[in-house]
T-cell receptor
Framework: AQSVTQLGSHVSVSEGALVLLRCNYSSSVPPYLFWYVQYPNQGLQLLLKYTTGATLVKGINGFEAEFKKSETSFHLTKPSAHMSDAAEYFC????????????FGSGTRLSIRP | NAGVTQTPKFQVLKTGQSMTLQCAQDMNHEYMSWYRQDPGMGLRLIHY???????DQGEVPNGYNVSRSTTEDFPLRLLSAAPSQTSVYFC???????????FGPGTRLTVT
């Protein structure tokens, strides 16, 4: 069964600092991978996704993530944090089959210090 | 397009009551799903559907029923509400395959 582990339920960085949110997955075959963001009292919206091809994926708001098969990781980064980045971030995984479930990690709350 | 809509936004139930959370999408997406979100546990999949007439269980299906009679609608039924079902419920849809999920705004349910 697929699973997703997000290391760190809460990450705090200073404005302008590097953001690194960690995600590891377990899957028998390379899956599709996603990062979603949730702002307070809202639903989730897609930041970026990896399906096939280039392992470095760029998303919205300056975020990017790199798929590393050997490490079964898909960590999310942003070079310079902005106050508006404060939100909860979820990593998700699904298999190739169109009937595959989509499984989410437990989430990481990102706080930005002025 | 309205996207994914959910009703109601808020609901308070007493233990043992039943109710249906409504979810509708106007994007002609085959895949629809229901999640519950609880603090520290992320989103957990309750049920999902890959097309009209086809549903399957997710990670936490007990106490919930679903049906999918049309492409647009995917209601979630709580048969006999319990305090453990207090949560925020999200419905999502996507084009079957590798597409991104589009989420509704959520329903905040409290069971007393």
């Amino acid at each position: 069964a697929q699973s997703v582990t997000q290391l760190g339920s809460h990450v705090s960085v200073s404005e302008g600092a590097l953001v690194l949110l960690r995600c590891n997955y377990s899957s028998s075959v390379p899956p599709y991978l996603f990062w979603y963001v949730q702002y307070p009292n809202q639903g989730l919206q897609l930041l970026l996704k990896y399906t096939t091809g280039a392992t470095l994926v760029k998303g919205i708001n300056g975020f990017e993530a790199e798929f590393k098969k050997s490490e079964t990781s898909f960590h999310l980064t942003k070079p310079s944090a902005h106050m508006s980045d404060a939100a909860e971030y979820f990593c998700a995984v699904r298999g190739y089959s169109s009937a595959s479930k989509i499984i989410f990690g437990s989430g990481t709350r990102l706080s930005i210090r002025p | 397009n309205a996207g994914v809509t959910q009703t109601p936004k808020f609901q308070v139930l007493k233990t043992g009551q039943s109710m249906t959370l409504q979810c509708a999408q106007d994007m002609n997406h085959e895949y629809m799903s229901w999640y519950r979100q609880d603090p520290g546990m992320g989103l957990r999949l309750i049920h999902y559907s890959v097309g009209a007439g086809i549903t399957d269980q997710g990670e936490v299906p007990n106490g919930y029923n679903v049906s999918r009679s049309t492409t647009e609608d995917f209601p979630l039924r709580l048969l006999s509400a319990a305090p453990s079902q207090t949560s925020v419920y999200f419905c999502a849809s996507m084009i079957a395959g590798m597409g991104e999920q589009y989420f509704g705004p959520g329903t905040r349910l409290t069971v007393t």
